[in-house]
């Protein structure tokens, strides 16, 4: 399962791209407005780090067909190939998805609750359905199985959707969604943090610098070689 990462934090985006195996930047209206300022200047700054050939995914702000039409392409204009346009689920956003597909766009289709959403995307075109599994399980709805559904659901029709989850708010939620057959996710900077934090890996790494430094001192196997 790829992962993207949810977040327009430049100082977060420069450093998970730089130590984590991330494949690109979603933001959202929300996640942006966390940023404020000049947003075109934030979003050609993301995509300055990122490089030209990962994604980065951009919601439309406009609501009305014609609009959403002029807006993504604007966007894509704006920031370059590999830029995926969010729209929500919603009939005229279908509507828009099926446009922009049919003209070679790469649109996510977002705010998806349920399997049958995702199959409505799937069948509009959308490079990507974006569940959100957090905001599910925090009602006492089943996000895990809505994306296990959904994933279901594309494999037995053979699309070339993929499933890009999203709203995590624990690792074990991105684990699951990865086990139920999600192809992508989107963590924020503190849920993919907690995806690789292990108080275990800490205490093995230390003890094995205490075993070495106890038999050899200082040194390390690059002077040992370099000497040779
Ligand atoms: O990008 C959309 C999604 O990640 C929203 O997450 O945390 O606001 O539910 P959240």
Redesign the pocket.
Known sequence: MRIIL?TANLEDIRYFHTYYPIEGV???P??LSREGGDVLSLLSEIRSVIGPEKEL?V?VIETEYERILEEAHAIVDFLGKNTYV?IPVTEVGLRATKALSEQGYGVTV??ILTAAQALLASNAGAAYA?P????LE?ICADGIGTVADTAEIFKASGTKTKILA????TAKEVLDVAVAGCHAA???PDVLRRFLAHTTTDTSIAGFSADWKHAFGDVTLLDLLKKR
């Open positions: 949810d979603t933001t959202n929300t996640i995914h919601q969010k977002t705010a974006a959100y599994v957090n905001r925090n999203a709203s995590f708010k989107t963590l924020s």
